[in-house]
Every structure is written in C-alpha cells, then in structure tokens.
C-alpha cells in the first residue's frame, strides 16, 4: 500500500464499472424491495426515522398548545393521553433508537474498512419489520384508539380492567416487533464491528464510533428482553387472563415496573452512547486534532454500558422501597457521572489541544455541551432520594429528560448529519439556512425546557391534560410553549436546509473536513460495494497517515479487488489483531427479508384484532420464508482457499468451524438467555414479593418427567456434538441426529407434564409463570426440531462435508442453550413441589 | 473474542453482585431474617447482608489483581491497559454502591420499623 502511484485514473474507473453491477440493487421499486445494501437501507431508515421525528414533534407541538393556557379547550383528556403516550413511544422507540440504527448501518462499513454490514439481510428485515410495526401504532393513533397509559404503558392501568381497548396490544405488540428489529440489527453490529474490518484494524485501531456501537450493540442485547417479556406477560394477561400483574391472583404490578426500567434505563444510554461516538468522531475533526485519552473514553463507554444496568430501581424511588434498597440505586446512579465525566473531559481536552473551527457540526457539538451538561447534572439531583420524591411526577423530571435526549442525542445527531452530508450525498453545504436554524432552535430549546424545570420545581404534576389558574404556573407554561413552537420552527428549518443542500448544493470534493479516517477514503456520495479493494491499515487514522489511500484502495491495490468470482466478497478478520481469517460471500439482492417482515408483522399484530388464525399462518409463513432463506445460503462443494491478494489465500466462511452464523446465533442466544433469566427474576420477584402467596398447591413432579429431562438433557447436549464430530472425520452423522431427536421428544414430554398437570393458568399467577416457564421449554423444542429437521434435509443435499461444519455447530449451539435452559426452567418449576 | 470478554468481565460481575447483593436483601426481608436476633448484636439479616458484601468486594480485589498480574492472560497493551482501568473502576463501584449495606438497617423505610413491617402508605406488605 505503500508503492508509489503509477496505475492510471483508468484502472480504478474499471474496476468500478466491474463492481457496480454486482453490488448495485435493482432498477425501480423492485429494487427498493429487494435491496439489502447498507447504503439504501441506512438511507431509508434515516428517512423513516426522521418522518417519526416528524410525528413525534407534531404531537409535542399539541401538548404545549394544550399546556400553554390553564383550563384549555383545545384537548379533552381522552385524546391529551394518547397525544402525550405517543409523544413518548414515537420519540423513543420509533425514531431515536432507529435513528441510531440508521447511522450505523450508513457508516460502520466505511469507517471499518469494509464492503457492507455482516448480514445484509437481516438489516433490510430489520428495516421492514420497523417500518411496518411503526406504521400501526400510528395508524393506532390516526384512528383514535392509540395507547394512553403514558410511554412505559403501568399496569393496572395498562390492564384490560382499566384500559380495555385495543390501544395498549397496538401498542405491546408494535412496539416488541420494533424490538425484534433492533435485536436483529445490534447483532449486525456487533459481528461486524469484531469481525468485518479492513486488514490490520486491530480493537485498538477501530475508529470510536465503532467502539460505542459495539458497546450499544451488546446493551440492546442485554436491555431489550427484559421489555419484551415484560410486554408478553401484559399481553397474555390482557388477552388470556393469565394475573401476572394482578394483585388478588399472585401478581405484582410492580413486577412491570422491573421489567421495563431494567430495559428502560440502559435505553437511555443506549440512545446517548451512538451520539457520544459521533461526538468523539466528529470533535478531533472540527478541532483539527486527535481525540484525546482514546483508550479512557473507550473504558468509560464499556463502564458507562454497564452501570447503566444497576440504575433501573431510580425510577421507582417513590413506590416504597426500603432505605437500603434507595441507598443502593442513589449510589449507583451517581456513579455514572463519573464515565460521563471521562467523556466530557476528553472532549474538552481535545478542543484545549486542537484549533476549533467553528463549522456548522462543531456549532451544533457545543450546543450539546451546553445542554447535556446541565442535565447531567439535574440527573445527579434525581439520583438523590430526598429531591427525588419532591421532584417525583413533575415537570422538573420532564424537563430533565429532554436536556438529556436532545441535547444529549438530537443535538449530536444533527451535527452528524451535517458533518457526513458530503458523504451520504456527494454534496457540500450551500445555502446556509442551517445556521440560522441552529440559533432558533438551541435558545428555544433552553426557554422550553428551563421554563418547564421551574414549573415543575413549583409543583405542576406531568401526565395531566389541564391546570387551574391561579397556581403560578399560567406564565411559566405560556413560555414553554413558545418557545416550543419556535425549537419547532428551528428543527423545520434544519430538515429544510438539509433537503435542500441534499438536491441541489454543489459537488463535494473527496474529503472535505480532512478527516483521517476510513469511510472518507471513498468516492462520493460513498458507491454500493463501498471499498473497491479492503484496505490494509496501521494506524488508527489510515487516510491521516497516507492520504493516497483512497487512490490505492480504487485502483484494487488493496485485498479482494478482483471481481473474478463475480460476487459480493468482504474480509473476516481475527477479532483481536485484525488478521485476515476468512472471506464472506454476501447475499445478492432478494425480496425474502421483506416477504419474511410481512409474515413477522403479520404474526406480530394480528392477534390485535383477535385473529388469531391470521397471525398463526403469519408464523407458519415466517417459518417456511425462514428456511428458504437459510437454504440458499452455503454450497454444496468445497471450495477450498481463495486468493484474496497479496499472496493471501484464505478459506471462505461457509468452510470454517465458526461461521457468521455461528456467531449471529451466539449472539441471539445471549438475547435469548437474558431473556430467560428475566422470566426466573420474575418467577422469583413474584414469590418473594407478591401478595397471595404462597398459592393454594405446588406443582408435584413425580419422577418419570425429571427423569426424562434430565435423560433429554444429556442426549440433546451430545447428539449434535456427535454428529459434527463424524461429519468432520467423514463418519455417518445419524446416530447423533437421532440422539439429539430424542432428546428434543423427551424436553417435549416434560414441558407437556407441567401445562397437563396445571390446567389453569389464569388461576393464580404461579400457574401462569409454569405455564410460561413451560412455554420456554415448548418454543426451544420447537426450534431445535425444526432445525434438525432442516440439518437432516441439507446433510442429504450434500451441504455437509468436513469443511462444511457450520450448520451442524450451530445447531449444536442451540441445543446445548435448549437442553441447559430446560433443565433450569423444568427445575425451577418443579423444585417447590419437590420441597414443599 | 477471549479479549473482548475479559475487557467486560470487571463490571459484569460487579453488576451481578450488585444485583444478587438487591436480591438477597429482598429474601432478608420477605423472611424476617432483618429482626432475627444473632451473634454480636447483630440480626442474622444483617450479618447476612455484610458477609455478602465483603464476598463481592473482595471478588471485585481479586478480579483487579489476576487481571494486573497478567494471570488472566491479556498481553495486549491496549486491550490490557483498558481492562486494567475496568478492574479497578470495578472495585471502586463495589466499595461505593455496597458501602450503605455496612451503615443502613437492612429493611427500614416506608411503613419499616426495625426490620418489622408495621404498616404504610407505599405498597404491598412485603419487600419490593
């Protein structure tokens, strides 16, 4: 990479007219339905995410109207509580999440090093998924029967007893299948981040975007199934009865509250982490430097990811809780300024050690500062009990919210979208409308919600649709809601200018702000396969340290620039060192991940409207679209090593023991196991906690089905290890098939033992966690099957050979996690009836 | 991948015992252990509660010092440096979210007398 440039202009310009065909989409809007490149599928989520801002702004926009006078007729309280839930369930699950997701997906690839994200399809499944379980709960609201029990939905107010119609399933069901989406997408990221990188990138060379995204990554896989079981057992209780929630069959409504805050916490610095990445991108640039203590602020994200789980209790300081149990949450909560603070000081540092250039992004980076600062700090004031309960329900803790998600997420993002316009659009900034709109919306944004601190510090209750005079708060809330209106004016602007500079601004040149990593080492606007060869990189600043790169990487000087194959190829590397392992073959333009989202969201929503055999066939289609998919994916023939240049011949992934798949499966099942580990939390809460218990009977479980389980176990864990082992030394791998068939039947037959033995769910919230419990055990029995199943049809089909080990390995995976759950979850169930 | 494990493994476990640490104080009191007379003085609920605390804090000393003498493998300077820097954020975060457990009676609150639920506004009769 170091040779010096002789090749003409003329050899890049042929290797890309070789490359666009392979990695373009389809003409039309058959191409928009079956692309799966990053570019088009970062870009439309971008532009979904922004119509749900849109959304969201609109429905602010209606509370400050209603909020601005007291005793206002412009909303009754039927609509005011949707307008304000969905505020909430807009702006969090619809478009700051996705919006993160979309940057992502637009730029990792670049900054890495590499052609496209791990799993293409997967993203564009994710993309679909999100746009249509979106689309319902606005359609919800369209239709005036949208949820209207706030954003984090309480029991029992969230219950069928007290909200009865459809909103809260629109609402629990939209939103789950939403987090499916960012469960499909964080495992993108995170097998890309640690696996998909130009040859060299070693961790401690990635830029910090990717660092924060992997961190990111790792907590949507950890925070979310906390939620969705949570949203499973509301849902179950409101459409079967089963009293998870209710407080005179064993339930516990604070169970709800666990469970979402253990997801709802870590969410809020899942939404900050990505800005402070692009804050950490964006700054050293705008201040012409390095950032500074590189390796602190990556300690602090992983420490700041992982405190952020022993925070949730914070928000229920006020439901009675012991002082010890305060005393352990206040304390973590203000631990987390301390990271945070990392973080500011190393900014602050880099912007001491540079030459700022006050750009557009830089403007809207100290506008964060501003802001974010002082919501940090108002945060350390809720960590501290005392005021916590004064502040409780107010308008001070709204107020203290936005501080935290627009200036310390909008603010950022904006000046990310400025700072990669050329990028994303071949376009520099023109017209200088953005400027203007900035100081709009910044003041505006501090006269909004300075005001609403005050309001709140003076007692005004959130969640309610009115005031009555004569409370001081008339004036305060007046001014909220100016200067509402004019943040909106202001982000009006900001999308205007960005609309207009996206059609009609001139050419940017390549590398505009002289950055020095790897995404602006591309032409712009950044074409479909992104890097015409993978880089090989030294340093954490590639373009910095060899300006040419860029040049060379066209010309195909650097690893797979030969298009010989005729198909998307990118480099595996060594997690650690960056060391080139493998090359993966990407999938090719397909319409599955969209036919597969319409049977997900079909399964997802049509229990809604209680048509259950709608949403049965939807999971039977997501089941068939499923293993189409799967079979199109490995090759009946060993390939053997590939030349990938530079002297390098290195296997493909379908031949090595540990393919993506393998590790997207791993990553599922981390998803899956916090999952489970939720459910036994609950089970315990429950038993500790709730009143009525202990409940009338325990479960007895005899001897034949714990017997059974624990045989099932052994034979599951062993037939599949079994028969990878005879596929790789070339020996018959039906022995282990059928072992592991019977140790699926065996789990089966236990896990019907409990639901025959208790027939009742509905009767007392014990019942409902074994039937749950059970349930767990049935779903993985179910998979497994359904994958040996397809293993059996892909070994007959010749996709099995001693290189080709992946599959079975990776069904190996999941019957190890389906026997060691099982066993956990069929104990847990039977353990009390063994002792009591 | 083992790198990348041992950078998050400090804070995991701290989480953990963070968690377990909450968890054992909810059965503390749901069982009544709090206002069980024990050795010392002391109730069996408390001396519960402090044995725990030391375990976990000492988990979190002993994680510091296998990963600072290198007997966690993790030579790589960077990779090594930040996992250090966790460690020791590890053991900071134990002494300064388990220290209440040594100064505060285990189950006093709201409608919490010594131990002895006596009745409240703020919820159900037992733990939340």
Request: net charge neutral; with cysteine; aromatic share 12%.
């Amino acid at each position: 990479m170091t040779e010096p440039l002789k090749p003409p202009r003329a050899v890049a310009l042929r290797l890309h007219r070789k490359l666009m065909p392979i990695w373009s989409p389809e003409p039309g809007l058959r191409g928009w339905l079956s692309t799966n490149n990053n570019n088009n599928i970062g870009g439309l989520f971008l532009i979904v995410a922004t119509t749900f801002f849109v959304i969201g702004g609109i429905l602010a926009m209606l509370i400050r109207a209603q909020l601005a006078s007291p005793g206002s007729a412009f909303m009754g309280p039927e609509a005011y509580n949707q307008v304000f839930t969905m505020h909430g369930t807009v702006m969090m699950f619809l478009f700051a999440i996705p919006f993160f997701e979309a940057l992502a997906v637009l730029l990792l690839p670049g900054m890495l090093g590499t052609r496209d994200l791990a799993f293409p399809r997967v993203g564009a499944f994710g993309l679909w998924v999100y746009i249509f379980g979106g689309s319902a709960v606005i359609l919800a609201l369209l239709l005036g029967v949208a949820a209207d029990g706030g954003w984090f939905m309480y029991p029992p107010l969230s219950s069928a007893a007290f909200s009865p119609g459809i909103g809260p399933d629109i609402w629990l069901l939209g939103i789950t299948s939403i987090e499916v989406s960012a469960i499909a997408a964080a495992i993108e990221v995170v097998v890309t981040v640690l696996r998909y990188r130009a040859a060299g990138m070693s961790l401690s060379k990635m830029p910090i975007f990717a660092w924060y995204m992997l961190v990111v990554a790792v907590m949507i896989l950890t925070a979310f199934p906390p939620m969705i079981l949570g949203s499973l057992l509301l849902e179950v209780e409101r459409a079967f009865g089963w009293p998870f929630f209710q407080a005179e069959n064993g339930g516990d409504a604070l169970l709800w509250q666990h469970l979402f805050w253990l997801f709802g916490h870590p969410e809020v610095y899942i939404i900050f982490l990505p800005a402070a990445g692009m804050i950490g991108t964006i700054l050293p640039v705008m201040a012409r430097t390095r950032l500074v203590g590189y390796g602190w602020v990556v300690a602090a994200a992983v420490a700041l990811a992982v405190l952020s789980f022993g925070l949730w209790v914070h928000h229920m300081f006020a439901t009675g809780i012991p002082h010890l149990g305060l005393a352990f949450f206040s304390a973590a909560s203000t631990l987390v300024a301390v990271p945070t603070a990392i973080m500011i000081f190393a900014w602050i540092g880099t912007l001491w050690q540079g030459r700022p250039r006050f750009e557009l992004p830089m403007l809207w980076l100290m506008g964060f500062f501003a802001t974010f600062v002082i919501g940090g700090l108002t945060g350390v004031m809720l960590a501290m009990v005392p005021f916590n309960w004064q502040a409780h329900d107010t308008h001070f803790v709204v107020a203290h919210l936005h501080y935290v998600l627009i200036g310390g997420y909008v603010f950022p993002m904006v000046a990310a979208i400025y700072y990669f316009l050329p990028l994303l659009t071949g376009r520099s900034r023109f017209f200088k409308l953005g400027e203007i709109a900035f100081w709009i919306t910044v003041p505006a944004f501090h006269v909004t919600f300075l005001a609403m601190h005050w309001a709140g510090l003076l007692g005004q209750r959130r969640r309610t649709w009115t005031y009555d005079e004569g409370q001081g708060w008339e004036v305060i809330n007046l001014i909220a809601s100016i200067g509402a209106f004019a943040m909106a004016i202001g982000f009006a602007l900001v999308i205007l200018d960005i609309v207009v500079n996206t059609l009609v601004a001139r050419p940017s040149p390549r590398n505009p702000w002289g950055a020095g990593t790897m995404e602006w080492a591309v032409i712009l606007p950044s074409p479909a396969y992104g890097f015409a060869s993978i880089p090989v990189v030294r340093g954490r600043y590639p373009v910095e340290d060899d300006p040419d790169i860029g040049v060379r990487i066209a010309r195909g000087e650097g690893l797979l620039g030969d298009t010989s194959r005729n198909r998307r190829e990118t480099l595996v590397v060594s997690t650690l060192h960056g060391e080139p392992s493998e090359v993966a073959v990407l999938p090719g333009n397909s319409r599955l991940p969209f036919v597969l989202a319409v049977a997900t969201s079909t399964s997802f929503l049509a229990p809604v409207v209680g048509a259950y055999l709608v949403a049965g066939l939807g999971l039977l289609a997501l089941i068939v679209v499923a293993l189409i998919w799967a079979w199109g994916l490995g090759s009946r023939v060993d390939e053997g090593l590939v030349d990938a240049g530079h002297g390098l011949s290195l296997p493909v992934s379908s031949e090595v023991p540990d393919p993506p798949g393998w590790w997207g499966s791993l990553l599922l099942l981390l998803a899956d196991s916090v999952h489970f580990g939720s459910l036994l939390f609950g089970y315990a809460f429950l038993w500790t906690v709730a009143p009525n218990w202990p409940p009338p009977s325990y479960l007895a479980p005899g001897i034949i089905a714990p017997v059974l389980a624990g045989l099932g176990a052994v034979v599951l864990a062993a037939g599949p290890r079994l028969a990878a082992s005879a596929i790789l030394h070339g020996r018959s791998p039906w022995p282990g098939m059928v072992m592991a068939g019977m140790g699926v039947s065996a789990f089966a037959a236990a896990a019907a033992s409990v639901v025959l033995a208790r027939p009742d769910p509905a009767g007392h919230a014990y019942d409902a966690t074994l039937w749950l419990l059970a349930g767990h055990v049935g779903l993985h029995v179910v998979i497994v099957t359904i994958m040996l199943g397809f293993l059996t049809a892909r070994i007959l089909a010749g996709f099995a050979s001693p290189r080709r080990i992946g599959e079975t390995r990776i069904v190996q995976l999941w019957a190890d996690f389906t026997a060691l759950t099982a066993l956990v979850a069929l104990g847990a169930a039977w353990l009390p009836g063994a002792f009591g | 991948m083992r790198e990348v494990i041992r950078l998050s493994m400090p804070l995991t476990v701290w989480l953990v015992s963070f968690s377990a640490l909450y968890g054992l104080q909810g059965f503390v009191c749901a069982a009544g252990w709090a206002a069980s007379p024990g050795p010392a003085g002391l109730a069996w609920g408390r001396l519960l509660m402090l044995a725990a605390v030391v375990v976990a804090t000492g988990l979190q000393a002993m994680i510091l010092f296998l990963i600072w003498s290198e007997r966690l493998g993790g030579h790589s300077g960077f990779m090594h440096r930040t996992t250090l820097t966790l460690a020791v954020a590890g053991l900071v975060a134990a002494l300064w979210t388990f220290a209440p457990a040594a100064i505060l009676p285990t189950c006093d609150g709201e409608g919490w007398q010594e131990g002895v639920w006596t009745g409240g506004t703020g919820g159900n009769k037992m733990y939340r």
